[in-house]
């Protein structure tokens, strides 16, 4: 039987730009004393710009149980071991799902225009037939060793990728980490991408817990941007994003904007120093999460009564009077990003500039 090992053309195109040329890549190097290197190790999508279906077959233990590391709307995420002992995780499309194709073929146009020190890489993508005759594709990434960050916030039963809470400098970095990311696919892509799904589960940590902005299954390209910021087009857009994430506009039927990735920043942000789901059972009717820290701060509470508790260490405290100060900076950052009103929301670049300075602030 003919089996098709066919790769998507877009990230076979993305890739050829690294495509390995002799003399770029010599097998070996000599460092700056003149002595020889180990052998020198092009990045990982030019050695498997060619994953087959096999290899991602044996990388994972044949998609195994044990090997799952994620599941999601369209399909597995399965961690894999390359032949050189590089790690890499497997997102295998459900294919019988209704908009996984779709979904697929978003993420592929997204990621091959898109690299960024915090946004997922893609090494490569692999569209074929199984030797079953079952239609199969995939996308591969570097592999995050610590998880998403919604298992470090939200502690669980299973402590598979956080032994401990996150510290403060630690959450002020992953927040720029994000901001950085997004700033980036607002303003400075040459087409403005809007990510559509921002939350904890889609922000993936390394070892150094860097985060990098994942799952670009539902991003949207916004070519006609208005001077208000929205997609320029006569039909409006609908939407699935993740509840208490969406900004509020899409729900009646508003356009696709970059405000609306600012607004599921803001809830991230404060989600992420409070330590409080915005779909927390104590968040209905009027009540969001949003309006609770805004409520909190305005009736005199101080910012340290609302953030996550664990946050108030020792360590912390011995900010002195900075923790305070520094925790209402960012949580007027994220009340000011979680507006109800698109228009009245900041712009990430100044999100970027604001949580730099709040860093600095703290901790210099
Ligand atoms: N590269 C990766 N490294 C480690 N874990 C990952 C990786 N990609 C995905 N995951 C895990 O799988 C989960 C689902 O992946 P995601 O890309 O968000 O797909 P979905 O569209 O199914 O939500 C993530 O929340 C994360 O826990
Ligand atoms: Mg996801």
């Known amino acids: 039987m003919l089996v098709v090992y066919s790769y998507i053309a877009c990230v076979s195109n993305r890739n050829s730009r690294y495509l390995p040329k002799k003399t770029k890549y010599p097998q070996k190097n000599r460092n700056s004393r003149g002595k020889r290197n180990s052998v020198f190790k092009p990045p990982l999508e030019v050695q498997y710009l060619n994953l ?60 091959r225009k898109i690299r960024h020190r915090n946004i997922l890489n893609i090494l490569t993508a692999c569209s074929t037939v199984t030797p079953s005759g079952s239609e199969f594709k995939a996308l591969v990434f570097d592999y995050m060793p610590s998880g998403n960050l919604d298992l470090w916030v939200h502690p669980k039963a299973d402590q598979k990728f956080r032994s401990r809470n996150l510290t403060l400098v630690e959450r002020v970095n992953i927040a720029i980490d994000v901001a950085t990311a997004i700033n980036y696919l ?14 904890p589960s889609n922000v993936l940590l390394n070892e150094n817990l860097t985060a990098h902005i994942a799952d670009f299954g539902l991003a949207r390209f916004l070519q006609n941007i208005n001077e208000k910021g929205y997609e320029d087009q006569s039909s409006s857009v609908a939407i699935m994003g993740s509840i208490g994430y969406v900004p509020p506009e899409y729900g009646v039927g508003n356009h696709i904007s970059l405000q609306g990735d600012v607004y599921s920043y803001g809830i991230l942000l404060i989600e992420l120093f409070t330590g409080k789901r915005p779909t927390d059972a104590m968040f209905m009717d009027e009540l969001t999460l949003q309006k609770f820290v805004e409520n909190q701060l305005s009736n005199g509470s101080q910012a340290a009564q609302v953030v996550d508790e664990s946050l108030l260490s020792k360590k912390t405290r011995n900010l002195g009077e900075r923790f305070e100060a520094g925790l209402q900076l960012i949580l007027g950052v994220g009340l000011s990003c979680a507006k109800v009103r698109p228009s009245e929301r900041i712009d990430i670049k100044d999100v970027v500039i604001q949580l730099v300075e709040v860093r600095q602030f703290l901790f210099h």
């Open 186 to 199: 607002h303003n400075h892509c040459p087409t403005p991408v809007a990510h559509c799904d921002l939350k």
């Open 52 to 111: 087959s279906y096999a290899q991602l077959v044996e990388a994972t233990d044949n998609f195994s149980f044990y090997n799952l590391i994620g599941e999601g709307t369209y399909g597995s995420v399965f961690k894999g071991k390359l032949g050189g002992g590089e790690l890499i995780a497997v997102k295998v499309l459900d294919i019988q799902q209704q908009g996984a194709f779709e979904s697929f073929m978003v993420e592929c146009e997204a990621l």
